[in-house]
């Protein structure tokens, strides 16, 4: 308990010490105050962290904090240059990728329609789809597990996919039919 509190007074030494010079130093390297704040902090978490820093002399430990200070500017710059600003007014225009309510709504209908129509498969075809598309097996591998050639297994996959496509376009009908 006495090495951690004697710890933690060697950090608040060191802070004392240094803490104005960094600021000052940060503050004419970034636009506003509060960046600055937000680097002296980062900087002294980085200083604290390390325990070699205080058996050094005064002048070799601002020496290194000024290293760290210049190196979180720069790491500061890196990251803004990888946003991309872009004006309010735009913001509305631009799309974040998820889908819209509608389209979701419409992919879970999708999903349960193929869920039915798999249902309706053979128990070799279920089995060909949970191989191929679950497991990621290649056709050579699920031909060995089947028992059957590599040729007959793409058939058969490429025939069941077929089904399965007319399935899920007749179950779309269907379902339009029904709401119209």
């Given at each position: 308990?006495?090495?951690?509190?004697?710890?933690?007074?060697?950090?608040?030494?060191?802070?004392?010490?240094?803490?104005?010079?960094?600021?000052?130093?940060?503050?004419?390297?970034?636009?506003?105050?509060?960046?600055?704040?937000d680097l002296v902090l980062e900087v002294f978490l980085a200083a604290f962290n390390n325990e070699a820093l205080?058996?050094?002399?005064?002048?070799?430990?601002?020496?290194?904090?000024?290293?760290?200070?210049?190196?979180?500017?720069?790491?500061?710059?890196?990251?803004?240059?990888?946003?991309?600003?872009?004006?309010?007014?735009?913001?509305?225009?631009?799309?974040?990728?998820?889908?819209?309510?509608?389209?979701?709504?419409?992919?879970?209908?999708?999903?349960e329609r193929l869920y039915l129509a798999l249902e309706h498969l053979s128990p070799l075809q279920q089995e060909?789809?949970?191989?191929?598309?679950?497991?990621?097996?290649?056709?050579?591998?699920?031909?060995?597990?089947?028992?059957?050639?590599?040729?007959?297994?793409r058939k058969l996959c490429a025939r069941t996919l077929q089904q399965l496509r007319g399935s899920t376009t007749?179950?779309?009908?269907?379902?339009?039919?029904?709401?119209?």
């Open positions: 308990m006495d090495a951690e509190i004697a710890r933690d007074e060697v950090d608040a030494a060191l802070y004392d010490r240094f803490a104005l010079t960094i600021f000052t130093y940060l503050g004419q390297q970034v636009s506003n105050e509060q960046d600055a704040e205080s058996s050094l002399p005064a002048e070799r430990q601002l020496a290194w904090l000024l290293r760290v200070a210049r190196n979180k500017v720069v790491d500061r710059y890196r990251h803004l240059a990888l946003l991309t600003l872009v004006p309010l007014g735009l913001v509305g225009e631009l799309e974040d990728g998820a889908p819209t309510p509608e389209q979701y709504t419409e992919q879970q209908e999708m999903y060909l789809i949970r191989l191929r598309y679950t497991n990621g097996l290649r056709f050579s591998e699920i031909a060995q597990i089947l028992g059957k050639s590599e040729g007959a297994v007749r179950q779309k009908g269907r379902s339009s039919d029904e709401t119209a």
